[in-house]
């Protein structure tokens, strides 16, 4: 009985993930200004075919994520994680180096570096 809900919990979860696969490649599709059709061609598979797996009348096969993901300029791991975007922590760079512009007045500028820089900020500034 375990395995029996077990696998109902298991096909609810993978067609959860797939309807939520193919919202985002409507939404990337659309996001884009991609045709159906682009997709349909690369697929070589009819536009008909493109529109019933967007409607869910269609099952979107694995083997087709990766060509569907070329077509929409982006990783297959994004279509699993739109609209967020997966980094890889090897893709991180800890020599990041951030900068921030704000133009304020004279007064809020000088009231602001002091909060940063504590009471030596003209001096520094003056260097």
Do not use: H
């Not at 297959?76 to 609209?83: A, H, I, K, M």
């Not at 007045?105 to 570096?113: C, G, I, T, Y």
């Amino acid at each position: 009985m375990i395995d029996f809900i077990s696998n109902i919990i298991s096909n609810i979860w993978v067609n959860f993930i797939i309807m939520n696969v193919v919202e985002n490649i409507k939404l990337l599709r659309a996001e884009k200004g991609i045709p159906q059709k682009k997709i349909a061609d690369a697929l070589n598979v009819d536009i008909a075919v493109i529109s019933n797996i967007e409607n869910g009348k269609r099952e979107l096969k694995v083997s087709e994520l990766e060509i569907i993901a070329s077509c929409l300029e982006v990783t297959v791991v994004d279509l699993f994680t739109y609209p967020e975007k997966y980094i890889s922590t090897n893709d991180l760079n800890d020599d990041i180096v951030a900068s921030l512009t704000i133009q304020l007045r004279k007064e809020k500028k000088d009231q602001v570096l002091k909060l940063v820089f504590g009471d030596n900020s003209l001096e520094i500034l003056n260097k």
